[in-house]
């Protein structure tokens, strides 16, 4: 394969390879970069997620390709990628990309998969073990918890109304830990590009957001294949749509893992901590190593107790609330047993029987304090409801913050604890 020195203005375009697979011609954008001054040690092979494009690794890119080799890669319908691929599955990428390292005459190749990516890297390793050497995740999951995947749907049903300013909300704040944000510190101006890029999606943007939001949808557990390299999955620490459990549950399929937990880090630490990125992949793909620092340790369990699951605390509400169903008129009203700002719980007792089309579309009233939320009640047991709130608007979400602050210490159900 041919690798190029490094420069930015490489980024603005790519090649283009053609691979034969399942009886049909893919295309495979890619850039190769590497250092003359390096040996040829296995290429890191950065896949393109669903909204990164190849400038988003600018930097990375840069500063590693002076330590090895370094490849982007966007697969059909991915980043730069334009071609529709409907009806592949993410084990039907993990063979196109391995058409694509067979004609590049690869012999080993160390993927870096994060987040939406990170179901095909898994995929690659585990079917194709004779072509990984080291195997980086990031922001991974064995299939979508339920309360995220309602939350997807109703993404796809914003887009297809042309609600484009709660898709473009909705999204942001189901990727980013909006209430975690002084922690996390993510630039508001990485906020409100991302937003303005998701309000500006051209008709095949949509389309490929659909066509990728369904592939997801679709992840029902990566129990196929189980990668025998060595392995890295990195987890913020605050991440709460790919939650560090999630993470480790993936970390626990794999067979020579390790967990790093990015201190203070949500969904969006690639694009946020890139420095910090950069060196754990440095040390990871040449030395096989995790260097704890003040940014990520190594989490040694095999699970996560609740009260570490839980990313923000649950507070008992003593207020009224009022559960509405608005396309019946039908309300009642109900018991708090506890509620944050992602969502709540109540209490069955005074609820009557509930069919699962109403489950979906009901509204809870905050009397007290005037707030209405459509809410998607997602787990009913046998004394309680759980439902998340839709969020479609960041003064509302902040509102509701306020609200949760004033509740006080005292009323706290469950508090988080550091991982």
């Given at each position: 394969?041919?690798?190029?020195?490094?420069?930015?203005?490489?980024?603005?375009?790519?090649?283009?390879?053609?691979?034969?697979?399942?009886?049909?011609?893919?295309?495979?954008?890619?850039?190769?970069?590497?250092?003359?001054?390096?040996?040829?040690?296995?290429?890191?092979?950065?896949?393109?997620?669903?909204?990164?494009?190849?400038?988003?690794?600018?930097?990375?890119?840069?500063?590693?390709?002076?330590?090895?080799?370094?490849?982007?890669?966007?697969?059909?319908?991915?980043?730069?990628?334009?071609?529709?691929?409907?009806?592949?599955?993410?084990?039907?990428?993990?063979?196109?990309?391995?058409?694509?390292?067979?004609?590049?005459?690869?012999?080993?190749?160390?993927?870096?998969?994060?987040?939406?990516?990170?179901?095909?890297?898994?995929?690659?390793?585990?079917?194709?073990?004779?072509?990984?050497?080291?195997?980086?995740?990031?922001?991974?999951?064995?299939?979508?918890?339920?309360?995220?995947?309602?939350?997807?749907?109703?993404?796809?049903?914003?887009?297809?109304?042309?609600?484009?300013?709660?898709?473009?909300?909705?999204?942001?704040?189901?990727?980013?830990?909006?209430?975690?944000?002084?922690?996390?510190?993510?630039?508001?101006?990485?906020?409100?590009?991302?937003?303005?890029?998701?309000?500006?999606?051209?008709?095949?943007?949509?389309?490929?957001?659909?066509?990728?939001?369904?592939?997801?949808?679709?992840?029902?557990?990566?129990?196929?294949?189980?990668?025998?390299?060595?392995?890295?999955?990195?987890?913020?620490?605050?991440?709460?749509?790919?939650?560090?459990?999630?993470?480790?549950?993936?970390?626990?399929?794999?067979?020579?893992?390790?967990?790093?937990?990015?201190?203070?880090?949500?969904?969006?630490?690639?694009?946020?901590?890139?420095?910090?990125?950069?060196?754990?992949?440095?040390?990871?793909?040449?030395?096989?190593?995790?260097?704890?620092?003040?940014?990520?340790?190594?989490?040694?369990?095999?699970?996560?107790?609740?009260?570490?699951?839980?990313?923000?605390?649950?507070?008992?509400?003593?207020?009224?609330?009022?559960?509405?169903?608005?396309?019946?008129?039908?309300?009642?009203?109900?018991?708090?047993?506890?509620?944050?700002?992602?969502?709540?719980?109540?209490?069955?007792?005074?609820?009557?029987?509930?069919?699962?089309?109403?489950?979906?579309?009901?509204?809870?009233?905050?009397?007290?304090?005037d707030m209405t939320f459509e809410t998607i009640f997602f787990e009913k047991g046998n004394?309680?409801?759980?439902?998340?709130?839709?969020?479609?608007?960041?003064?509302?979400?902040?509102?509701?913050?306020?609200?949760?602050?004033?509740?006080?210490?005292?009323?706290?159900?469950?508090?988080?604890?550091?991982?």
């Amino acid at each position: 394969m041919k690798f190029k020195i490094f420069s930015a203005l490489d980024l603005k375009g790519h090649n283009t390879l053609e691979v034969s697979c399942f009886n049909k011609i893919w295309k495979v954008n890619y850039l190769a970069f590497s250092s003359e001054k390096i040996d040829q040690s296995p290429p890191l092979v950065i896949l393109g997620g669903a909204f990164q494009k190849f400038h988003s690794f600018k930097k990375e890119v840069e500063k590693l390709c002076d330590y090895m080799p370094v490849i982007l890669v966007d697969l059909p319908g991915q980043g730069s990628n334009d071609q529709i691929a409907t009806d592949l599955s993410f084990t039907d990428y993990a063979d196109i990309l391995k058409a694509f390292v067979d004609e590049m005459n690869l012999q080993k190749i160390v993927p870096v998969a994060l987040s939406y990516g990170s179901a095909i890297g898994f995929t690659f390793a585990g079917k194709f073990p004779e072509r990984t050497h080291r195997l980086i995740l990031g922001g991974t999951t064995p299939k979508l918890r339920e309360s995220v995947r309602l939350l997807l749907k109703e993404s796809l049903i914003a887009l297809d109304q042309g609600r484009m300013k709660d898709f473009s909300t909705g999204v942001i704040l189901n990727l980013f830990n909006y209430s975690q944000r002084k922690r996390t510190r993510v630039p508001r101006m990485l906020i409100r590009g991302f937003h303005k890029s998701l309000m500006s999606l051209s008709d095949k943007d949509r389309e490929r957001y659909r066509s990728n939001t369904q592939r997801l949808l679709n992840l029902n557990g990566l129990e196929n294949y189980q990668p025998q390299c060595e392995t890295l999955v990195i987890a913020g620490e605050y991440d709460n749509f790919t939650t560090p459990s999630e993470c480790l549950a993936v970390s626990n399929m794999c067979k020579n893992s390790v967990v790093g937990v990015l201190k203070d880090c949500d969904h969006l630490a690639p694009f946020v901590k890139k420095e910090l990125m950069i060196e754990v992949y440095k040390n990871f793909a040449l030395e096989g190593i995790v260097k704890e620092n003040e940014g990520i340790n190594v989490y040694k369990e095999s699970s996560i107790p609740l009260e570490k699951k839980i990313l923000e605390p649950r507070w008992k509400y003593e207020g009224e609330v009022v559960l509405k169903c608005p396309k019946s008129g039908w309300q009642e009203k109900v018991e708090c047993l506890n509620i944050n700002s992602y969502g709540l719980c109540l209490s069955l007792d005074k609820i009557k029987e509930l069919c699962e089309t109403k489950m979906k579309s009901l509204e809870v009233h905050l009397t007290r304090e005037d707030m209405t939320f459509e809410t998607i009640f997602f787990e009913k047991g046998n004394k309680h409801l759980r439902g998340i709130f839709k969020r479609y608007d960041f003064d509302q979400y902040e509102k509701l913050e306020k609200i949760m602050k004033a509740l006080g210490d005292e009323s706290i159900v469950i508090r988080p604890t550091q991982l």
